[in-house]
């Protein structure tokens, strides 16, 4: 290790076999530490807020508060958790909601456990992980709902000050 402090991680992941191989895999390298598991979205938040982890792998399937608003109420509640949720399958809708809550990456079980670790180290040096596939409809996603928000918010200035009395 050379002195220097090991990642700190929160493990929530609903299926017990996976989260141990993951577990496994995660305490076999010599700079990463699993400091916490859980097996729902309110363990995961309670077991964040107790130990302050560098980062949380996040099921986004979670039961009793999904990954995704888990992702949330972490990063409002830890300060400098980087958080990784982890998914089934390359989801385009779960990644903008991940991103959205806040989430620092997004990475589909199906890829080895190595691409794993490497994305944990990633994730907790403060890049940003998004599957190559997956990027250029986040990037068209995002600027449509821009474009959204550009249209109501343009429609909303030619209101009269009377019928922005009324809407308010």
Not at 19 to 40: P, Q, T, Y
Request: glycine share 6%.
């Amino acid at each position: 290790m050379n002195g220097r402090k090991k990642t700190r991680i929160l493990l929530a992941e609903r299926q017990s076999l996976f989260r141990e191989a993951v577990k496994a895999a995660l305490e076999n390298e010599d700079d990463l530490e699993v400091v916490a598991e859980a097996c729902d979205g309110l363990q995961a938040i309670a077991e964040a807020e107790r130990t302050r982890p560098d980062v949380a792998l996040l099921d986004a399937g979670l039961p009793n508060c999904d990954g995704i608003r888990a992702a949330s109420l972490i990063r409002q509640r830890v300060d400098g958790c980087r958080i990784l949720v982890l998914s089934g399958e390359e989801d385009e809708t779960l990644l903008l909601e991940a991103v959205e809550a806040g989430a620092n990456g997004y990475l589909s079980k199906e890829y080895p456990l190595a691409e794993l670790i490497a994305a944990t180290r990633a994730i907790s040096r403060g890049e940003t992980l998004i599957p190559q596939r997956l990027l250029g409809t986040l990037l068209r996603r995002l600027i449509g709902r821009q474009r959204e928000r550009d249209i109501v918010l343009e429609r909303m200035s030619r209101l009269t000050p009377r019928e922005r009395e009324v809407l308010a």
